[in-house]
């Protein structure tokens, strides 16, 4: 089945301990891309990546790492989680990178900084 | 910088009746213009799309227009079920493609 595979879906961490969120997709999908959803503010993109080893800044990058050393994985480092990163986070991918079209979102991994 | 205004906030219908929610871009530049609905507990899923050769794309009861003068985008559902009932994003993405920016979201309540 083709998806996007996120995990973990919860996460509860305290402030300063590093933490990575892991984000698979099994489509051979060029594009991938981090966002977060927050009430009232919709999804705004944290980083994308546009093949391996290709990764730019979203709107919102502060405070979070990202790599592409593979095509299929895609992971968001936290080094020193805040409270104000407590958010929904969703993984998406997109068939191809340089044309617009559909992006594939994962289920989101709900993350608390206490 | 570039945003993308989404309205209404929510919106609720009774089961039947259409349902209409708008978009506002600021980027000139933006070429593709996707809907998502987000189911609860789900990530948002791809309903219609659009781009900007074209003004008007329909599929079977949801239909998108789009008006690049005035920069807007409208997504229309017509017959709403309860099944309708998500929450709905509109979003733009810039030419290349790479940057994609969301509405705040649309809550719509089909009450059957």
């Given at each position: 089945e083709a998806q996007v595979t996120q995990n973990p879906r919860y996460l509860i961490t305290v402030t300063g301990k590093k933490l990575t969120v892991t984000c698979s997709q099994n489509?051979?999908?060029e594009y991938m891309s981090w966002y977060r959803q927050d009430p009232g503010l919709g999804l705004r993109q944290i980083y994308y990546s546009m093949n391996v080893e290709v990764t730019d800044k979203g709107d919102v990058p502060e405070g979070y790492k990202v790599s592409r050393k593979e095509k299929r994985n895609f992971p968001l480092i936290l080094e020193s989680p805040s409270p104000n990163q407590t958010s929904l986070y969703f993984c998406a991918s997109s068939p191809q990178g340089a044309l617009n079209t559909e992006a594939f979102f994962g289920q989101g991994t709900r993350l608390t900084v206490v | 910088g570039e945003n993308v205004e989404q309205h209404p906030s929510t919106l609720s219908v009774q089961e039947g009746d259409s349902a209409v929610i708008k978009c506002t871009y600021s980027?000139?530049?933006?070429?593709y213009f996707p809907w998502y609905k987000q189911e609860l507990g789900k990530g948002p899923q791809l309903i219609i799309d659009i781009r900007s050769n074209v003004g008007e794309k329909k599929d079977q009861r949801i239909a998108v227009t789009l008006n690049k003068t005035a920069k807007h985008f409208s997504l229309h559902i017509t017959e709403?079920?309860?099944?309708?009932?998500a929450v709905y994003f509109c979003a733009a993405s810039d030419t290349g493609g790479f940057k994609t920016i969301f509405g705040a979201g649309t809550r719509l309540f089909v009450k059957a």
């Open positions: 489509m051979n999908h | 980027d000139s530049a933006s070429n709403t079920q309860p099944e309708d009932s």
